[in-house]
């Protein structure tokens, strides 16, 4: 048992204090946990206490940091425990974190993918559209699913040729490997060149 003599605002770190018992520092801890949990100067404790508490204020430590990453755009949760876990928090301070943030619909993990695709569909293929959600660890079936929905991608490969033509001369070879890394499968790229009434000329030199 001892005495809280002393409850600081840490210096670097806003919204963390310092919390002193007989005269020592203690713990470090989120200043609102702190609050909630009742700590002052003046008030007996045990080291028993303030590791618990200890263990709190991780989890709203995470989960202030988590805010400010979902914070900037739409993530996966993934995406969100990597960062977390990047940052030395425990896997019970991500996974807590975590859920209160899908309880809050911060994160969703559907809307998320429907959102990218509806987003990404009119200049990028199918196939790099399921490469970039699959390194942000979105659900590979959501994914699937959501892909489907964007149909033939004719259109949205002859956009990308005549964008890329734009600026460069024609190249048959180079046409295709540039729609080709933009994700597009071969027979829309097929129909993009074909659009370009280049197809008959340049096929039978590949």
Not at 31 to 59: F, N, W
Not at 65 to 93: H, N, P, W
Not at 117 to 124: L, N
């Amino acid at each position: 048992m001892g005495v809280i003599t002393k409850i600081e605002a840490q210096k670097r770190a806003r919204g963390r204090v310092n919390v002193y018992v007989d005269g020592e520092f203690a713990v470090a801890l989120e200043a609102v946990t702190a609050k909630s949990e009742g700590l002052e100067v003046g008030a007996e404790t045990t080291a028993e206490t303030l590791a618990r508490i200890a263990g709190e204020s991780e989890c709203e430590s995470a989960l202030r940091r988590a805010f400010g990453y979902v914070a900037k755009r739409m993530r996966t949760e993934s995406e969100v425990e990597k960062y977390l876990r990047g940052k030395m928090y425990s896997d019970r301070a991500v996974s807590s974190a975590v859920s209160k943030l899908k309880d809050y619909g911060y994160i969703d993990d559907g809307e998320f993918v429907r959102s990218y695709v509806e987003a990404k569909g009119g200049t990028r293929g199918k196939l790099r559209i399921k490469r970039d959600l699959a390194l942000l660890g979105a659900d590979e079936r959501t994914v699937e699913e959501a892909v489907c929905s964007l149909g033939d991608q004719r259109e949205a490969a002859a956009h990308a040729a005549e964008k890329y033509l734009r600026l460069r001369p024609y190249d048959y070879r180079k046409l295709c490997a540039h729609l080709s890394s933009k994700g597009f499968e071969w027979e829309n790229i097929r129909a993009a060149v074909r659009r370009l009434g280049k197809e008959t000329e340049d096929e039978g030199s590949v």
